[in-house]
């Protein structure tokens, strides 16, 4: 089945975490993850913070079937010691509502992690085109301080989302007979 890949292009209804360089959305767009070349972070002592970034809208034909789609982010832990815990997870945003992936212990590296939905969660059925056009992707980061010598804070490089689907029946065939006028 195809798939489709859009990363974030600006800024969504949440900015709450501290970016290295840029605005947030540029630290967490790249095709391939750049660790600590550039990301963000959550600085506000002990709470979670959240990010949403807008992504372009979808090229996936009118009719197709949307069977998935699935939010990727690429995170790590800064902590002192380095077995202080910390976690975090995926967020998205569809019909003016959040919902969060499942919570994640972030390690000392940078780790992909993943959360598919299979239908929107707020309509309970298959995603539509303008539903996936409205959406927004993004992050929840936790950090705990105690002191200089005990904190843990969530950090991420890269966010975006793949779309698998199933091409609208016909549509090739369509095209092929209107090209030769029938």
């Known amino acids: 089945m195809p798939t489709e890949t859009l990363r974030p ?7 709450e975490l501290v970016p290295s360089t840029a605005p947030n959305w540029e630290c967490v767009n790249e095709a391939v993850a750049n660790g600590d070349t550039d990301y963000v972070r959550n600085d506000a002592e002990n709470t979670y913070e959240r990010d ?17 789609v699935t939010v990727y982010w690429t995170a790590r832990k800064v902590a002192v010691p380095s077995t202080r815990a910390i ?5 998205i945003k569809t019909e003016g509502i959040i919902y969060e992936g499942s919570v994640q212990a972030l390690t000392n590296s940078y780790v992909e992690y993943n959360t ?15 539903e996936l056009n409205a959406l927004q992707i993004g992050i929840y980061l936790g950090n705990y301080y105690l002191d200089d010598l005990h904190f843990a804070y969530g950090r991420c490089t890269q966010v975006y989302v793949i779309i698998d689907y199933t091409a609208a029946a016909g549509g090739r065939i369509r095209r092929l007979l209107v090209g030769v006028g029938l």
């Open 9 to 15: 292009n600006a800024a969504g209804d949440a900015t």
């Open 52 to 68: 949403l970034y807008n992504i372009p809208d979808t090229a996936i034909p009118a009719g197709s079937t949307i069977n998935s």
């Open 87 to 91: 976690a975090g997870y995926s967020s």
């Open 116 to 130: 598919a939905y299979a239908t929107n969660p707020n309509t309970g059925v298959a995603w539509t085109i303008a």
